[in-house]
């Protein structure tokens, strides 16, 4: 079967860093994507892994361990707009490796703090 | 990356009557389009994945018949909510993918149906 776990909820404060991890199980692991979304808006794109290791962009990194099924977000810097909620996401070959299709988490909720 | 539209922004009518939504990509080929259902607090559920000129592939639970989906063009896909009721109220977002995108899937901005 195919699973994905993260966090609900998380507080941090601004200017701070911070980590929302992600878990996951899955039969065709074909990456790992990151989303930003903010209430009521669709979900915009943050960062891409496929290989272990971290891939950093600006004030966001995602870091990726396939043999753990594990994948971490990391936020420095925070800033008030930051607050919104973050999908991971897993995208699964599906059977034949014809879907390739994505699998989201439920979100975790990130409130940043004065 | 590309630029998704969907129309309407959001939508509100009476249980038993039919609501289509429309997907749009502006400046995209979108040989892809995925159809995803939100629910309040709840992450994003695929409904169905529809390829330019052929049938949809729905997800597990997803009824076919109630969620009609038409992929005619590489820019646009339309999902119809037939004869919707209360419990078919949510957040339906469209994304698209294109040949050159094999990373990366464009959302659309959403459509908020509200079914009395």
């Known amino acids: 079967g195919q699973n994905i776990d993260q966090p609900t909820e998380m507080t941090a404060t601004e200017g701070a860093i911070v980590q929302i991890n992600c878990t996951y199980q899955t039969s065709g692991f074909n990456g790992l994507f990151w989303y930003q979304q903010h209430a009521g808006e669709a979900p915009t794109f943050l960062s891409y892994?496929?290989?272990?290791g971290l891939e950093e962009k600006g004030r966001f990194s995602s870091f990726l361990s396939r043999s753990k099924g594990y994948s971490y977000l990391l936020l420095k810097e925070l800033q008030m707009k930051d607050s919104a909620s973050y999908l991971c996401a897993v995208r699964d070959r599906g059977y034949g490796g014809a879907t390739n299709k994505l699998i989201f988490g439920t979100g975790t909720l990130l409130a940043v703090q004065p | 990356g590309a630029v998704v539209s969907q129309h309407p922004s959001w939508v509100i009518c009476k249980s038993g009557t039919s609501v289509k939504i429309e997907c749009r990509s502006l400046?995209?080929?979108?040989?892809?389009m995925f159809w995803y259902r939100q629910f309040p607090k709840q992450s994003l559920m695929l409904m169905a994945t529809s390829n330019e000129g052929s049938k949809a592939t729905y997800e597990q639970g997803v009824e076919k018949d109630k969620f009609l989906i038409n992929h005619a063009s590489l820019t646009l896909s339309t999902l119809t909510v037939t004869s919707a009721h209360p419990e078919d109220s949510s957040f339906y977002i469209c994304s698209v993918k294109g040949r050159e995108s094999y990373n990366e899937q464009f959302f659309g901005p959403g459509t908020r149906l509200t079914v009395l």
């Open positions: 892994n496929v290989l272990d």
């Open positions: 400046d995209f080929q979108a040989t892809t």
